[in-house]
């Protein structure tokens, strides 16, 4: 193959190179460079030397390799993935992959003689997420395969999102962290979405404080779990609750405090039926019912079954009893509450349903549809018709807009939703008080509502019009307008004729809208 002829084909995205007798593959590789849309390359021959700058993915499996040298792949920068499937390759080394700065998937499945990867061998791959090592082949020497991952992969295994290691049918010891940090180190892999491991897990001579669900949520697939954890811990019910495909547990020389917090364990172990819990003690078994705890003093060993039973039992007849307490409680809770606020609970609820339709008022221009509503007694309308209605709404300009309930409220709708939605449609509430005004109950609601409007906005938006004099005394006995009495001027209706156009000058004054500017 002659190397010009890739001079002749600048658009080439993808080439295929099945030929492992290539003699001059690493020249036609550099020639290749000129090509600068070729993303893709696909050699099957022995030689992976090259210079493309641009490559994205570089397949070398069934490429019959068998040594990779140092910086091998330097200079592909902006490589992505690399495929070495099928292939004999036997060690890793710390220089191997030097200068794939965005390579984020290494596929070295099917290399069937693994047996050495050096410390930082992909520490340098910053960007790495997947990584398939396949099937690990340590010398027959070594009894038990061991891969301390954080002394490999560095910072780059809290990147990772996929992990696949095998190590056959051979036992397998993966590290993370050293021996002075405990397995709560497994928190690193905090992107991981799938690890593919073996399906036996033994934990020996680690130092754990508390077992917790955090560090079994990514073991769905293990069958066997075997612990021998020499300090005083708290096993935490959700330490099992992800272990969905367990079907022995081993728990050998088993030491935890006598807590309830640990009795579930008793329970767990008794009642699911998918798991064998096997208890352990220096390798000899023994039944779950002669397991021992240790209590707060440090120094008794009690049955753990037996405190369990005497300490951790919760009674039906004492449950029944407390929640009967509870119930009488909450009910004497409930009727004292309404007794002392029941008066304010339903003017409470309708103000707050006055602010959500105020606030839902887009168009605060126009916000007020009345300049004033009116509380009044049916008995007094007499005097609203004759004397109010005339000085107010017919003189002008402007002209006033009173809110009557007997002229304006709307027809169907609830009295109380009637009076809520008028009185806050109104710029300011015209209570007119007589005698008939004290006794009738909704006109002590429209007071209610009224007085709860204008501490809430602090503004002068309540008048009081007196329409006999009424004394102190009976005052005395509606808290409220006691109050407003004493806080605010309020008018009183004139008995001298010649005094009413005085009055109804102030009220109008005091009643008509704002001039606009």
């Known amino acids: 193959m002659a190397p010009d002829v890739f001079h002749y084909i600048p658009q080439l995205q993808s080439v295929y190179i099945h030929e492992p007798c290539v003699e001059n593959l690493s020249e036609i590789l550099c020639r290749i460079v000129h090509i600068i849309s070729l993303t893709k390359l696909n050699v099957h021959a022995p030689n992976i030397q090259s210079c493309l700058e641009n490559l994205r993915s570089l397949d070398l499996s069934c490429s019959f390799i068998s040594n990779i040298e140092d910086f091998a792949f330097f ?26 700065h965005s390579l984020t998937l290494l596929d070295l499945r099917e290399n069937p003689q693994i047996y050495n990867i050096e410390t930082m061998s992909f520490a340098k791959l910053t960007c790495l997420r997947q990584v398939f090592l396949g ?18 992969f560095g910072d780059v295994l809290s990147h990772l999102t ?3 290691i095998s190590s056959g049918i051979r036992p397998m010891q993966l590290i993370i962290g050293t021996k002075s940090v ?7 892999l905090i992107h991981l979405r799938k690890l593919t491991l073996v399906q036996v897990l033994k934990l020996s001579n680690c130092r754990i404080d508390s077992l917790e669900g955090g560090l079994t949520k990514d073991f769905k697939s293990l069958k066997t779990l075997y612990l021998r ?3 005083i811990y708290n096993v935490i019910y959700s330490f099992t609750e992800h272990l969905s495909s367990l079907k022995y547990l081993i728990l050998d020389t088993l030491q935890m405090f006598c807590s309830c917090d640990n009795a579930w364990l008793i329970a767990w172990a008794k009642g699911y039926r998918p798991v064998e819990v096997i208890m352990l003690n220096h390798e000899v078994m023994y039944n779950l019912e002669d397991l021992i705890c240790l209590s707060d003093n440090g120094l008794d060993t009690p049955n753990f079954v037996k405190y369990t039973e005497a300490n951790c039992t919760t009674e039906v007849g004492f449950v029944l009893f407390a929640a009967t307490g509870l119930g009488v409680i909450f009910f004497m809770l409930v009727v004292l509450v309404h007794n002392l606020t029941g008066p304010y609970l339903l003017p409470l609820y309708y103000i707050i349903l006055g602010w959500l339709s105020e606030a839902m008022r887009s168009n605060t221009r126009g ?5 004033a509503f009116v509380s009044y007694s049916g008995k007094d309308e007499r005097w609203l018709v004759e004397e109010l209605l005339p000085n107010l709404e017919k003189r002008g300009p402007p002209f006033l ?24 449609r109104s710029r300011r509430t015209l ?8 006794h009738s109950n909704w006109c002590s609601l429209e007071m209610k509502l009224a007085t709860s409007r204008l501490q809430v906005e602090q503004r002068d938006i309540l008048l009081l019009v007196f329409l006999e004099k009424i004394p102190p005394r009976r005052l005395s006995a509606h808290h409220r307008l006691a109050r407003l009495v004493k806080t605010r001027t309020y008018l009183d209706w004139p008995q001298d004729p010649h005094q009413h156009q005085a009055f109804w000058d102030r009220l109008w004054a005091k009643l008509k809208p704002p001039t606009e500017a």
């Not at 405990?182 to 690193?188: E, G």
């Not at 807009?401 to 806050?424: A, M, P, W």
């Not at 209570?431 to 004290?438: E, I, N, P």
Request: overall charge negative; hydrophobic content about 35%; some cysteine.
């Open 75 to 100: 200079g592909l920068a902006n490589l992505e993935s690399l495929h070495m499937t099928q292939n004999s390759i036997t060690q890793l080394y710390a220089n191997t992959f030097i200068g794939l």
């Open 135 to 152: 099937y690990l082949n340590y010398p027959p020497r070594e009894p038990v395969i061991k891969l301390n991952l954080t002394l490999v």
């Open 162 to 164: 996929h992990l696949h």
């Open 182 to 188: 405990d397995l709560t180190s497994m928190n690193q």
């Open 229 to 231: 954890i020499e300090n």
């Open 367 to 371: 916000r007020y549809h009345y300049d």
């Open 401 to 424: 807009r009173l809110c009557l309930h007997s002229r304006d409220f709307q027809l169907g709708k609830d009295i109380v939703e009637n009076i809520t939605d008028s009185l806050y």
């Open 431 to 438: 209570c007119l008080v007589s005698r008939h005004y004290l």
